[in-house]
């Protein structure tokens, strides 16, 4: 499995990107496809998932209302389009697969970074 996250770069707060995951070596219809991000000096934490085969998505509190994640199927790709981007935004985002049942997530992309300036 392979996962090739793009799509990072600088804005200002309030525009809006979009990463993209592009997800390759097996198919994802039974996995769970989820977006993570880790601020400067602080851990890790999850902002959005999305069951490939259903769509059916979950979101961090701190991201609810602002960010949208999405499947493509012909394209293999997972995306995660940020509006109203805030500083605090600030990161290196993650994709990252995990079979359905499965608790930790299992396959990791290299990050891309995000920077929102105020």
């Known amino acids: 499995v392979q996962l090739q996250a793009s799509g990072g770069g600088l804005v200002q707060a309030g525009d809006s990107l979009r990463l993209s995951c592009a997800a390759s070596?097996?198919?994802?219809?039974?996995?769970?496809m989820g977006w993570f991000r880790q601020a400067p000096g602080k851990e890790r934490e999850f902002a959005a998932s999305?069951?490939?085969?259903?769509?059916?998505?979950n979101y961090a509190d701190s991201v609810k209302g602002r960010f949208t994640i999405s499947r493509d199927n012909a394209k293999n790709t997972v995306y995660l389009q940020m509006n109203s981007l805030k500083p605090e935004d600030t990161a290196v985002y993650y994709c990252?697969?995990?079979?359905?049942?499965?608790?930790?997530?299992?396959?990791w992309g290299q990050g891309t970074l995000v920077t929102v300036s105020s």
């Open positions: 990252a697969a995990r079979r359905l049942g499965v608790f930790e997530y299992e396959h």
């Open positions: 070596g097996r198919t994802f219809s039974s996995y769970i």
């Open positions: 999305i069951y490939w085969s259903r769509g059916n998505t």
